[in-house]
């Protein structure tokens, strides 16, 4: 038993006595509205979901046919096994409260079995050898068709979709194949491999954990084959693009989606590109780029730059991003023609190492050359800089980050050694990122030294997407020695031959700021 002084008896009492009738009342209705909204959502919630409420079979002299009746037609996918003998279909967001399944053995279908996983209803059609199908929908009444026939039929076209076994052909990815209202991988736990070309491997892999259905894309290059290239969107910052644009105009075979970005475009991360730093960031994080010589380097990275000019040395706030306040930033090429300032600071246009032009803002950018951008209290420091005075600026990024053909600061690290090395914590990432399953984006090098992209869609029916660590476990399974998180969310985004292979969750490209592209050498 708990016991109050005297004075917590009396406040006590006090604060029920005050809470009088209508005060009750208000509780007891507030209480009220909360579980009638609740009951109402939960209608609509169930309501959304597609109910199968009958079957029928039919197995002529034509074909075998199964027809379902639903309440509000279902999205789903379609599969066949490698052999032919397995057809599947996927159904999401169904119920089946009250169906009752009819005995289904023809000439051609030898049984049809039925598997409830989260939302979605798995049918499977153990089907005789030599057989295809064709899948059909009708809206009034809602029906689905399912006709078997044989192979060699000429009336009804082959829609064999992605298999859960390896194959050496495929529908195109990223558009809903003939049969497939959903436009999603059809296969059903499975990883699907495809030759896109000599040295460049796709797997669409689609499976299940305890949280619902994982699609995820996967794709390997031969670096005896491909080249591996940072591009900016537009080509220059700030920029924003559809990674398929990033793509077509570098004249790549594939790319993905890679650092995070500001909403104008800016690039947040360490990055390199061409010799130059396009990006910089307060944190250190984690990063991935190629030496001159193919290295791969994965590690931590931090931005500690200094500019010395007149007597005078100052620290470098960032690297292509807007000017802040009592700050220098530097602007080259990589940004565009001019700096875009506003008049409230004082820039010098350096080239050849010396000061060639002082000026308030806007300024050109040299092709030769960068803008030092200044404001407030670092203004004042540098008042005393003149044309023509020699111009020194040091950037350190840490060790083992020299002779680089290219960074992107990312993170966090996924992959180190073959195993599962997720530093999210260390990084100070925020928690949109850290936390909860989302859609992901990683680059990685597998484990005989070959280019790693991968994409794993989330936040929808097909694919509710996976954690950090889940994310990073998965890279493992499909041969990563290491690998580094990018962008994930609207963003993650995987092209090939021009076409996207997964479903970005925006329900279209989102536009970024940069992309890692292959190249065909």
């Known amino acids: 038993m708990l016991s109050f002084p005297a004075s917590a008896h009396l406040r006590r009492a006090r604060k029920v006595f005050y809470m009088g009738r209508g005060t009750m009342m ?21 309501a959304m979901a597609a109910g199968l409420t009958s079957m029928r079979f039919h197995s002529g002299s034509e074909h075998d046919r199964v027809v379902y009746e639903f309440t509000d037609l279902p ?8 052999d032919g003998r397995t057809l599947t279909l996927d159904l999401a967001d169904t119920s089946y409260k009250g169906f009752a399944a009819v005995p289904a053995k ?4 030898e049984s049809i079995a039925y598997n409830k996983k989260g939302k979605h209803l798995i049918v499977t059609m153990k089907l005789k050898a030599g057989l295809t199908y064709q899948v059909r929908t009708l809206k ?22 992605v298999s859960s076994k390896t194959t050496t052909s495929k529908p ?27 040295g460049l491997t796709e797997h669409t892999y689609v499976y299940w954990d305890d949280y619902g259905k994982i699609s995820a894309w996967l794709l390997e290059a031969d670096p005896a084959r ?19 644009g990033i793509v077509a105009r570098a004249g790549g075979v594939a790319g993905i989606n890679a650092s995070y970005f500001a909403p104008a475009g800016d690039i947040l991360g360490v990055t390199q590109m061409n010799g130059q730093t396009v990006g910089t960031t307060y944190y250190t994080r984690s990063a991935f780029g190629l030496r001159k010589d193919g290295t791969p380097v994965f590690d931590k990275i931090s931005y500690d730059g200094t500019v010395t000019m007149g007597g005078v040395s100052v620290s470098v706030a960032g690297v292509d991003c807007e000017r802040g306040a009592d700050s220098l930033v530097i602007y080259n090429r990589a940004y565009g023609a001019s700096t875009g300032t506003n008049e ?21 950018i040299p092709a030769d050359g960068v803008v030092l951008s200044v404001h407030g209290t670092v203004a004042d420091e540098l008042a005393g800089v003149q044309v023509g005075d020699p111009v020194s600026i040091e950037e350190n990024l840490g060790g083992g980050w020299q002779g680089m053909d290219f960074i992107i600061g990312c993170g966090p690290r996924l992959v180190a050694n073959g195993r599962v090395n997720v530093t999210v914590d ?3 990432f925020p928690a949109d990122i850290r936390i909860g399953r989302a859609p992901r984006s990683a680059v990685g090098i597998t484990k005989d030294g070959r280019y790693l992209l991968a994409v794993v869609d989330g936040r929808q029916s097909h694919s509710v997407g996976l954690t950090l660590t889940d994310w990073a476990r998965l890279l493992v399974k499909f041969g990563a020695q290491d690998a580094l998180n990018l962008d994930g969310g609207g963003s993650s985004d995987l092209v090939v031959n021009g076409e996207v292979q997964n479903s970005p969750s925006d329900g279209q490209e989102r536009l970024v700021g940069d992309a890692l592209v292959l190249v065909a050498k």
Not at 184 to 196: C, F, H, R, S
């Open 26 to 46: 208000n509780r007891i209705l507030r209480r009220a509205a909360v579980f009638a909204a609740a009951a109402l959502f939960l209608g609509q919630s169930f």
């Open 75 to 82: 999205a789903y996918t379609t599969a066949v096994s490698a």
């Open 106 to 109: 023809g000439s051609r279908i």
């Open 140 to 161: 009034n009444p809602t029906r689905l068709f399912v006709d078997v026939v044989p192979d060699t039929a000429v009336s009804m076209p082959s829609h064999k979709t």
């Open 172 to 198: 195109s990815l990223g558009k809903p194949a003939s049969g497939n209202a959903s436009g999603m991988p059809g296969a059903i736990d499975g990883d699907y491999v495809q030759e896109i070309a000599p």
């Open 226 to 244: 491909y080249r591996l290239v940072p591009a900016l969107a537009k080509g220059r910052i700030p920029g924003r693009e559809a990674v398929s």
């Open 344 to 364: 409230y600071g004082r820039e010098y246009v350096v080239r050849g190492g010396r000061v060639t032009d002082i000026r308030q803002n806007d300024s050109p």
């Open 426 to 428: 260390e990084e100070d």
